[in-house]
């Protein structure tokens, strides 16, 4: 049989560098062919080939309802018919700032823009521009986009800044950027000692989704917070992943929860606000906000930033996950996947633990759940590889490397978890 997708991947790379327009889709990490999609819906999407998949990829997060909702499809046909872009403002950027506040208390305002990697870089020069510091702390394993002062590994040492992840990042651009080791208290007390006047915000994905699936531990978390107060640096939450996928109120309710009043000062978000959209946001108190251009000295624009058609799928979207009962469902059907896999690897002798909040998981081919990154990339990647290529071949789409997240919609049923968990078994039982 002919494989349509080789033929496909065959002619992308002729045109496309590696065949793709963003690296992961490539199946570097895992080796192979990439899938190429023709269409999706539901909890499924089918390839060139025409093989079904079970997706737990959900566009790296943003298809929360499943593809084809009826409700953002109508929304989206409708917005299409009024208009594609019109570089003035509309109704439908309120309605979506207001929704995005009221689901997260801590923004008080929030500008639109198109991609993660414009809301993390904006925001970054938000908060140097409104404490008037340059230097800005990040976490090993956490992603921001490919803005350059965020494309970053650690130096040697605190007293040191990083050293650029990317070719074609002057070393100046990062200079001001301090890598330290996610969840780890002394490090960051020590950096705020060291740093802390010149810090202007410290930047931070509460549960990491990049490093597969890593929550910030309590302790860790509520540092973060009495830091940047006391020394008066910016506290902003990557959510681009997290938010409104983990919680309707993100992970930073999931945090208010043991933390009593826990607010960072900003709040970035992307991938389901959009709902498969181009469109993300960026966020905090007024004070703060007001600072960008037109009312401040920021410099922040975007001829395509609110797109009429992206916010009305993005409001659509909010309006279908804020129906009561949407994230006890939805986790529980996540739970019911995370505890099938450890149960099934368990059952064949493969260390696996998992862990999971709302619609994202991660599981992890080690005995105990890792911390930050150096214990992430513990894991066995020739058995991962084994792994993720037994599921696919048998109609289970998980992420194509060991250090993503994964994500179940409204529209996976019971069935998809008990069919993708009897495939896991089978396959457990082959490594
Ligand atoms: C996906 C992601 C980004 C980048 O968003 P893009 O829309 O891909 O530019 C930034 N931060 C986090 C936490 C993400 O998961």
Redesign the pocket.
Known sequence: MIDINQTLFDRARKVIPGGVNSPVRAFKAVGGTPKFITHAKGANFWDANDQKFIDYIGS?GPMILGHGDPRVIEAVQKAALEGFSFGAPTEREIELAEMLIHLTPSMEMVRLVS????A?MSAIRLARGATGRQKLIKFEGC???HADALLVKAGSGLATFGNPTSAGVPPEVVKDTLVLEYNNLEQLREAFELHGKEIACLMI?PIA??MNFVRASIPFMSLCRELCTKHHALLVF?E??SGCRVALGSAQSVYRKDIPGFEPDMT?M??VIGGGMPL?AFGGKAAVMEQLAPMGPVYQAGTLSGNPVATACGIATLKAISEPGFFESLGLKTQELTNGLMQSAKRNGIPLSADCQGGMFGFFLLPQLPKNYTEVMKSNSEQFNRFFHGMLSQGIYFAPALYEAGFVSAAHTSADIQETVEIADKVFKSL
């Open positions: 790296w991609s993660g990697t414009e993390a992603y921001h986009g994905e989704g990049n990557d681009v992943m970035v992307g991938k993300a």
